[in-house]
C-alpha cells in the first residue's frame, strides 16, 4: 500500500520505552525486541525509498522524566536529549538508516495537562525551551545536527496559531521546521482556511 501511494515521508511513533523499558534512566538496549521490531520497519521504508520522521516522545512533560513521578528539571532534559541522540547515532550510523530526516519534538506540547508532571517553578513553555534546546545541542555535539530536521512545537487542538510567532522568536534557531495544526469543522467558528488563521 505504501508503495502504491507513493509516498515520501512517513511519520511514526518512538518513544523512549522502546529502549528504556518504564524508565528514561534505564540503560539504553538498542536491541530489545521493540527496538528489533522497529528496524524491520525503518528497512521496509528504506528499501521503498521513503523518508522518516521519528516522533521523538508523545506526551510532554511525561516522556522526559519516564517512569518517574516528577520532573527533574535538573536532569531530564540532558537524559531526554541522549535518549534522542544516542538513538539516532544508533540508526542512523551503525544500522545505516540514513532515510530518517525529520524528528518531531512531541504533539501538542503546551497542551499538557494530564500528559505529565508540572516542571517545577517553570512554565510548560519554558520547560519546552529547554527541551528542545538540549536537544538541539546534543545533536550538535555528537556530529549529528546536520543530517536531521527538527520539527517543533507541533501545537494543535485550536484554531489560532498561536504558537507560531513564540516558536521563532524563542527557538528559531532551533528548528528547522515550525508546525502547527488545526482540525478544520469541529468548532462552528472556525475560519474557511487554516492559512487565513496562519497569516
Known amino acids: 500500500r505504501v508503495r502504491r501511494m507513493k509516498l515520501n515521508v512517513a511519520r511514526t511513533w518512538y518513544r523512549p520505552d522502546f529502549a528504556c523499558g518504564d524508565n528514561i534512566y534505564n540503560n539504553f538496549d538498542w536491541e530489545s525486541p521493540k527496538m528489533k521490531a522497529f528496524y524491520l520497519w525503518l528497512n521496509e521504508m528504506k528499501r521503498m525509498n521513503v523518508d522518516i520522521a521519528l516522533q521523538a516522545g508523545w506526551w510532554f512533560t511525561y516522556d522526559t522524566h519516564m517512569g518517574n513521578p516528577s520532573c527533574d528539571t535538573e536532569n531530564d532534559p540532558q537524559r531526554f536529549a541522549e535518549w534522542i541522540s544516542e538513538s ?73 496559531a498561536d504558537w507560531v510567532q513564540w516558536s521563532i522568536d524563542n527557538l528559531g534557531d532551533v528548528f528547522d521546521i515550525i508546525s502547527w495544526h488545526t482540525y478544520n469543522g469541529l468548532r462552528e467558528s472556525y475560519p474557511p482556511s487554516e492559512y487565513d488563521v496562519w497569516m
Open 88 to 160: 539516532l547515532r544508533y540508526m542512523i550510523v551503525e544500522k545505516g538508516f540514513d532515510n530518517i530526516k525529520y524528528v518531531h519534538l512531541f504533539t501538542e506540547p503546551m497542551n499538557c495537562d494530564g500528559d505529565g508532571a508540572k516542571p517545577g517553578n517553570l512554565s510548560i513553555s519554558e520547560y519546552y525551551k529547554i527541551v528542545s534546546r538540549k536537544v538541539h545541542d546534543q545533536l550538535v555535539k555528537i556530529g549529528l545536527r546536520s543530517k536531521i530536521k527538527l520539527v517543533g512545537p507541533n501545537f494543535g487542538s485550536t484554531d489560532k
